[in-house]
């Protein structure tokens, strides 16, 4: 490590830095690649992060070009870097014949360093530093990238925690469905579209008939085969709706540009679809539908709880032969 107490001022503030970009992978990353380069003196530089199958699934660059959804050719600089777990450098005056990523810079790349972000249980991605001059990165500005990276894998790793336990929160974890939480954030978010750009939004909350007979005659097992069978024709009525288990046997609809009518179509066409699986006991389904008249997310949930209930006390016998 070198004793310049300059490139250690730097290393220390790209550290603090990094540590204090917020909980999010996109803001590490950019500033991942923002120091990267201003601390080697590189003119472009660029992170990626590969998902479960080998593909780009999350990038950012400083001066130079960010894809996604490509595959790291394994002869390239990057991915002898992801595959070796180590350092590796490319210098045009050396005569290595290493393919460069042509993504990281407009200009021609004289010369270029990754190294992998790598803890001792995985190697998430790679950081990518490249320059048009040869022999532009010494001893020291690798053994500086070599750090940069180590560091931020362990706080890429932490952040990644994080996320994963936002995403749970918000999960239920039978179905796999947005739970209540969800809603509610997703409820705030086209309730605020609805306001402002006056687009249609319904909501629509589902109760199964006939739940508790399943439980008590065929097991909580079974029960819970069912919830997730109701739960897999909540997601496929369409594509562009969200659904959500709001706990035991009720669920939710969010339906943007969606009025009442259409609405009311979509959920006896969910009705015939359960009625028509036989699931145990003959379970069907009750709705009621709110159109949205506001931002008040609590008064729209009201109301579609007050139409649900007035149709499981007088219209639940004649929603089952409907549509």
Not at 61 to 77: E, T, Y
Not at 203 to 215: M, R, S, T
Not at 228 to 239: D, F, N, Y
Request: net charge negative; aromatic share 4%.
């Amino acid at each position: 490590m070198s004793s310049d107490p300059r490139r250690l001022s730097a290393l220390i503030e790209t550290q603090t830095a990094l540590a204090a970009s917020g909980l999010g992978t996109a803001s590490l990353l950019a500033t991942l690649a923002t120091h990267l380069r201003e601390l080697t003196g590189a003119d472009a530089s660029l992170i990626e992060l590969l998902d479960d199958e080998g593909l780009v699934s999350r990038a950012a660059a400083d001066s130079a070009v960010a894809q996604v959804g490509h595959k790291l050719d394994p002869d390239c600089l990057a991915g002898r870097a992801l595959l070796e777990r180590e350092l590796v450098t490319w210098d045009e005056a050396h005569g290595d014949r290493t393919e460069v990523p042509t993504t990281t810079s407009r200009a021609v790349t004289r010369t270029a360093v990754a190294a992998p972000l790598a803890t001792p249980d995985s190697t998430p991605g790679v950081a990518t530093v490249v320059a048009t001059r040869p022999d532009a990165f010494s001893v020291e500005d690798r053994d500086t990238i070599r750090r940069v990276c180590v560091f931020a894998a362990h706080q890429l790793a932490q952040v990644r925690r994080i996320e994963d336990a936002e995403r749970t929160s918000r999960r239920d974890p039978l179905t796999s469905l947005g739970n209540r939480r969800a809603l509610e954030e997703c409820l705030a978010v086209e309730l605020a579209r609805h306001a402002r750009y006056g687009r249609t939004l319904s909501l629509c909350l589902v109760d199964l008939d006939g739940f508790k007979h399943v439980n008590d005659t065929y097991g909580h097992q079974a029960g819970d085969r069912v919830l997730m069978r109701v739960a897999e024709h909540l997601t496929a009525i369409r594509g562009a709706d969200s659904a959500f288990r709001l706990g035991g046997d009720e669920f939710a609809i969010v339906m943007p540009e969606t009025g009442n009518d259409e609405a009311e179509l979509v959920a006896r066409r969910l009705a015939r679809r359960i009625r028509d699986d036989h699931l145990p006991g003959d379970v069907n389904v009750s709705w009621g539908i709110a159109q949205a008249a506001g931002v008040d997310n609590v008064a729209l949930m009201a109301d579609a709880d007050a139409k649900l209930y007035a149709r499981k006390r007088g219209e639940t016998s004649s929603q089952a032969t409907t549509g």
